[in-house]
Structures are given as C-alpha cells and as structure tokens.
C-alpha cells in the first residue's frame, strides 16, 4: 500500500492522543493543540478511511536545523 505524507495536515485535537495510545504511549490530550501552535512543521499520514496512521512534527529554533519528534507509526 502507498500512502502520502501530508506537511501541516488538519489535524483534530484528539488524532494524535488516539495514535497515541493505540501504540502504547501515554496520551498527553494537554499537549495538543499547543504543539501544533507551536511548531513550524508536521507530517502525518491518513490511511484509505481517513484515520491519521502516522505523526511526526519538526521542532528548532528557527536557525538552520530542526529535528523530527514524536514519530509515531503504525503502518
């Protein structure tokens, strides 16, 4: 199967909790939507029913590098 990676997707508020505890993690419900106001970037991936299936976001301080964070997938 093939799927795309979206930057900045619409996300809703509970997605990423969901994937979350789906592969084991603690939650976190407080930490979204604040990551997203403040990160520069995320990725995600939804599968053929819409479900988000993957997480990713780029965190930095606006200089010349970043790093990925919180990848979470469940392909």
Not at 5 to 33: A, C, H, M
Not at 60 to 71: F, R, T, V
Request: aromatic share 12%; hydrophobic share 40%.
């Amino acid at each position: 199967m093939k799927y795309s990676i979206k930057i900045n997707l619409p996300i809703s508020r509970e997605e990423v909790p969901d994937l979350r505890e789906i592969i084991g993690w603690d939650r976190r419900d407080t930490d979204y939507p604040t990551l997203f106001e403040r990160c520069n970037f995320w990725a995600g991936v939804r599968d053929k029913k819409d479900i988000l299936i993957a997480f990713g976001y780029v965190s930095g301080m606006g200089l010349q590098h970043g790093y990925m964070e919180a990848i979470n997938p469940i392909l």
